[in-house]
């Protein structure tokens, strides 16, 4: 049994979810082999090499696989698959873009998103937003799968595989890069920060939120918003937490005057610590929350800030 | 240009689904149904392009038990011209609803596929994709814009951490985000007009397509239950207990 990771990253740092998707692959059982597909990212398979538990580094170099294009991504992947039982990418945005496309190419129902390896065939993943979880057994003869980030262990840094250089072979369709605008913001992107901070209708406006970016400028947290609070206008509708939203797991998330719909629970009743300022003590978000406060957040969320302050963030 | 739509009828996103007690699937008896939001975002903008003159045509299609029609028909009352409604009473993955789109694709010949980035239900996000691969065309997923050029669309995406504009040539396969637009109600006199707009019945055979599914379900579960914690009283409090106790700052 041979598994294949395929690497996320930015072609000069590894990106975390690979570790959580080389763990997934151990969990599958077997060598494991780590496919880095990029433009000039030698360093990110070197990285990839010394991966706990990993074999061997396929390290393929094309201008199409810079920005990782699902057409040219779906051809490499594909011409090496013959060499694999199963094949793994973090369910990341780019994992999600291609990996549809390889499994479709193999004639093989793709496994997303799993939360659990149960066997080497036998996966859990979340359905309905994470409300129902799934178990299913593929039947098929190769599994296609992409693994959520935030359920695995990420691997550590203990071997040293070495790197064959592949070729990428030319796609079938093809697709254009033109430009890109990532966030600038020095916050991390809220899929995958440590700490979430999210305001809801109780924020009143677009404006107040400025009271959340100052605690999450203290926490290093990313900011968040519930549906409710995205429909209203507050923010854009990338900030939006929940079932139609971003489904997110941090360490600690904050929720402010959000009184918790469904729909938003679904998108963050994962995360480890849940706070909730909120100034009804019957929100149905105080459920769900490990620490309560029942308070004003015009109130209380100052005040918390201050209190960072003084502990020294 | 022909825009093919294919929507999905999914539990209402309002709905709280509950896991059967015998852990065969989520209770859908008397679950209120609706069109698949991500599917809505698609028809609109399919209806915009029609309204900006890009588009002259917009087929919908839906496949699944013959309640699938209502959701067709809310396409239709929304602005698109007709449906094609594939009939099955079988749960249709991803991969066999991509084999049947491609049949639909090949006889219908669209332009464009624009279709949501996921159902609600399943939560794949693997249709568009596999259609793209089956039929060898471009994609562009998680659209936030959508823009028409000589050789085909310029489609600005959502992904981590931003936004990446890609430009793709035509026939193409685009899937929805949310940001794409606010989907429009369907008017009253529109809801009217489009019970006479022709809805067009298959089934998977028709299209030759083996659906039965490569998955097996071994069991549905219930998510681990969070039990509520504890009130503080004071911010104090809550900084000592994230802390201390916790260990999350």
């Not at chain 2, 022909?2 to 309002?14: E, M, Q, S, T």
């Not at chain 2, 399943?122 to 959508?146: H, I, K, R």
Request: hydrophobic fraction near 45%.
């Amino acid at each position: 049994m041979t598994v294949l990771v395929i690497a996320e990253h930015d072609n000069a740092e590894l990106n975390d979810a690979t570790r959580a998707a080389v763990t997934a692959a151990s969990k599958i059982g077997g060598d494991i082999h780590v496919l880095v597909a990029g433009k000039g990212a030698g360093a990110v398979a070197d990285a990839a090499g010394k991966l706990d538990g990993v074999a061997k580094v396929l390290h393929a170099d094309a201008e199409a696989l810079e920005k990782k294009l699902a057409e040219a991504m779906e051809a490499l992947v594909v011409s090496i698959a013959g060499d694999y039982d199963a094949i793994l990418a973090p369910a990341t945005t780019v994992g999600k873009n291609f990996m549809p496309r390889v499994a479709a190419q193999l004639d093989v129902m793709l496994i997303s998103d799993i939360t659990a390896v149960e066997s080497a065939d036998t996966f859990v993943r979340p359905i309905y937003a994470g409300n129902a979880m799934l178990t299913v057994k593929s039947n098929d003869a190769k599994k296609v799968i992409t693994v959520r980030p935030t359920t695995f262990d990420k691997a550590g840094d203990g071997g040293s595989a070495s790197v064959d250089t592949i070729d990428a072979p030319a796609p079938a369709a093809n697709s254009e890069f033109v430009s890109e605008e990532l966030s600038k913001s020095d916050r991390p992107e809220l899929t995958q920060a440590k700490i979430v901070i999210s305001g809801g209708r109780g924020m009143g406006n677009g404006e107040n939120f400025a009271i959340l970016e100052k605690v999450a400028d203290k926490l290093n947290a990313a900011v968040g918003a519930s549906r409710a609070a995205v429909d209203a206008g507050f923010v854009p509708n990338d900030y939006q937490v929940g079932q139609t939203g971003k489904v997110v797991a941090p360490e600690l998330y904050i929720a402010v005057g959000i009184s918790g719909a469904i729909q938003h629970l679904a998108g963050m009743k994962d995360s480890k610590v849940i706070v909730a300022i909120n100034k009804d003590e019957e929100a149905p978000i105080f459920s769900v929350a490990d620490y309560g406060l029942v308070a004003d957040l015009f109130d209380a969320v100052p005040a918390f800030e201050a209190e960072l302050e003084k502990a020294g963030y | 240009m022909k825009i093919l739509v294919p929507v999905k009828r999914v539990v209402d996103y309002n709905v709280k689904v509950r896991v059967k007690p015998d852990q065969t699937g989520v209770d859908l008896a008397n679950v209120k149904m609706s069109m698949n939001p991500f599917c809505e975002i698609a028809v609109e903008e399919a209806i915009r392009l029609k309204e900006k003159g890009i588009a002259e045509e917009i087929v919908v299609v839906s496949i699944g038990p013959a309640q699938a029609q209502e959701t067709i028909r809310t396409a239709l009352a929304m602005g698109a011209d007709r449906g094609i409604h594939v009939t099955t009473d079988e749960t249709v993955e991803p991969l066999g609803v991509a084999k049947i789109l491609k049949g639909v694709v090949e006889a219908e010949s669209p332009e464009l596929v624009l279709l949501g980035k996921q159902a609600i239900d399943d939560d794949s996000n693997a249709t568009g994709q596999m259609l793209a691969a089956l039929m060898g065309w471009p994609q562009a997923t998680f659209a936030s814009e959508v823009e028409k050029t000589d050789s085909g669309f310029k489609v600005t995406r959502e992904i981590d951490g931003g936004l990446q504009t890609l430009s793709i040539p035509s026939p193409a396969v685009v899937t929805t985000d949310l940001r794409l637009n606010e989907p429009r109600y369907a008017s009253l006199p529109n809801i009217m007009k489009a019970k006479r707009k022709p809805i067009d019945a298959k089934t998977p055979d028709d299209f030759g397509v083996d659906i039965s599914p490569r998955l097996e379900v071994v069991k549905v579960s219930e998510p681990p239950k969070r039990e509520a914690g504890v009130k503080v009283e004071t911010v104090e409090e809550l900084v000592g207990k994230l802390k201390n106790e916790a260990g999350v700052i």
